[in-house]
């Protein structure tokens, strides 16, 4: 009407991605994004469309899941002590179980310090900002996680990439930074997540103990996957003892949700007073402690969990490359397989989960060198005919589109 203000459209800044969606789920049969597991019959199948689904994008490496011991942790916590705490960690959120995680985790590390927080998202953005501030330094690998450059951002601390998992890119960049009188936090994680890449921990210890930085890494990936205990890659390359704070996340191979940061350094008391996600965030019900708690135990009680893992990751990325298909070099549960175009992966994906396989298709800008992936994980819980069946069909699928 006359004499109204005039009303800026607040998604017109979205126009550009609104006009990628638009194309992309027009040129689909299915939206990508939007799929849903209608059920779990195991951890390696589900319920896809009506139909049975070999599950290989799930980060459920060591398929618990659906441990019989976390399920029946998480029902008679429920029943005892509700469903939620309705309150933060620093206010009513903090129940007898949420320390007895804490002090389990660290015992687990073998650190003296451990806090857990709602999600793995929040666990890198609380720790990140809580260490550092715009006097200091972030040295990030390049292709670091969201949550570790929305870290970053909230920090305000002074960020510089270094190139990939490259030792020698980092140690020019520190030396630049000899004369900065701040505190230096470089960040790397033990699997990436996209590519399966594992980074090289032990040198960048080295190099971080030269140049008088601090290194936190992020084993979201690799806990419980990695090392003879399942600590990660530092404990696999023998370099635990110089990494400062280790952060990670219970969606992965513990099964449930949530995060934590371990570290000795005597300051995760003045961290929880300072860390913003921490303290404005309601704390993880007490079903969910209870389940991850018998997760935790489950995945110490089962070692050979971990043997098998790395047998089935050798035999899908064995299988993936015998087929003809692009994947990393590392052999690890993440296992991406490298296409050229958007249309390609797209239809490839399409392709995949018709015939009964579901994996993540990963598109740029969210790939790490802008080209398409789809994204694999296997888990312990995958049989060798499960795993040779998602080889078959992708073989089918890559001689569809003459691949």
Known sequence: AEGRPRVTDIFAKHQGLREAYEGLTAASPRNPFEVVIERPISASVGIIEGRETLLFGTNNYLGL??????????VETAETMGVGTTGSRIANGTFGLHRKLEAKLAEFFRRKHCMVFSTGYQANLGTISALVNKDDVLLLDADSHASIYDGAKL?????????HNDPVDLEKRLARLKDHTGAKLIIAEGIYSMTGNVA??????????????????DEAHSFGVLGAHGR?????????????????????SLGTVGGYCVTNHDGVDLMRLCSRPYMFTASLPPEIIAATMAALEDMQARPELRTKLQENAARLHAGLQKVGLKTGEHVSPVVAVTLETVDQAVGFWNALLENGVYVNLSLPPATPDNRPLLRCSVMAAHSPEEIDRAVAVFGEVARHFGL
């Open 65 to 74: 899941s659906q441990s019989k011991k976390a399920i029946e942790a998480a």
């Open 155 to 163: 920090s305000g601390a002074q960020v510089i990439r270094f190139r």
């Open 200 to 217: 090289p921990l032990d040198k960048f210890v080295d190099i971080k103990t030269r140049h008088g930085a601090y290194l936190m890494a």
């Open 232 to 252: 990660g890659v530092a404990e696999m390359q023998g370099c635990e003892d110089g990494i400062d704070f280790v952060v990670g996340t219970f969606s992965k």
